[in-house]
């Protein structure tokens, strides 16, 4: 199948809905071999029976060491490896500096951040063993302004998948692996259906709220060959909301 991803095994995490979908959707369309992993089964099942390419669907708590390593195993056991990693999988839930819950500290950072760090400590000896491959990680714009919207857990985890991000294209670049990031803004999205994004959404320069597809272009971007010497790179895609 020709396209920018032709038969290459593409895994993105919280691929049932929103960024995620749209970016399973656009990896399919370029020929990829999509594992969709999402918490929500039902959700993860849509999405790959929808895919130009049917996809694997995977149930995956990106928060769980051993529920990573199961996804893993299904994904090469299905295709026997893995090229592009795409650690989607996030979560924003509203709190404050003074009401934040520890649980609700502890669950924002272990799916944002820790899930991402299990999944690319999954990743790594696949690609490192094939010497090639790309991982794309989802940060925030959260990570640079400190959370538009008051939600200082969030900040912080994205600001943690940021920094991993550059620790570990260092890391993986004699491999010829590479790792970016990228930093949506506000996207159309469940997770952006609330009055703090409404207000946040009104100051962005280009004047519209992005489409989960804006960021799944910059996704396919960077997992393709067209990125082959791109890495360390946090992407952002918010319409101006930050210029730096
Ligand atoms: P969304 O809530 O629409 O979708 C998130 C998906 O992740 C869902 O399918 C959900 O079931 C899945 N998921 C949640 N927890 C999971 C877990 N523990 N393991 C596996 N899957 C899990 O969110 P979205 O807006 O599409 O966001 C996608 C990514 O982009 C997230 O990392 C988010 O933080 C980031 N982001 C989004 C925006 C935005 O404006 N929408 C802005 C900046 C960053």
Known sequence: MA??????????????RGIGRAICELF?????LV???????????QSAGALARPGLPIELDVASKAGVAEGFAAVTGSYGRLDVLVNN?????????EDCSEETWDRILDVN???????????????????????????????????????????????G?????????????????????????????AMTQTANHGELAARIPL???????????CAL???????????????DVNGGLIMD
């Open 28 to 32: 399919a369309q370029e020929g990829a």
């Open 161 to 189: 998948v940021s920094a991993l991000t550059i620790g570990l294209a260092q890391y993986l670049a004699p491999y010829k692996v590479r790792v970016n990031a990228i930093a949506p803004g506000v996207i159309a999205t």
């Open 3 to 16: 396209g920018r991803l032709a038969d290459k095994v593409c895994l993105v995490t919280g691929g049932g």
């Open 221 to 235: 971007f960077l997992a393709s060959e067209e990125a082959r010497h791109l890495t360390g790179e946090i992407i």
């Open 89 to 97: 999988a996030g979560i924003l839930l509203s709190t404050t500096f």
């Open 113 to 159: 951040l820790k899930g991402t760090f299990l999944c690319c400590q999954a990743a790594i000896p696949l690609l490192k063993e094939r010497g090639s491959g790309a991982i794309v990680n989802m940060s925030s714009v959260a990570a640079k302004s400190g959370g538009f919207t008051g939600h200082p857990p969030y900040a912080a985890a994205k600001a």
């Open 35 to 45: 594992a969709v992993a999402d918490i929500d089964p039902a959700l993860a099942s």
């Open 207 to 217: 004047g519209e709220v992005g489409e989960p597809r804006d960021v799944a272009a």
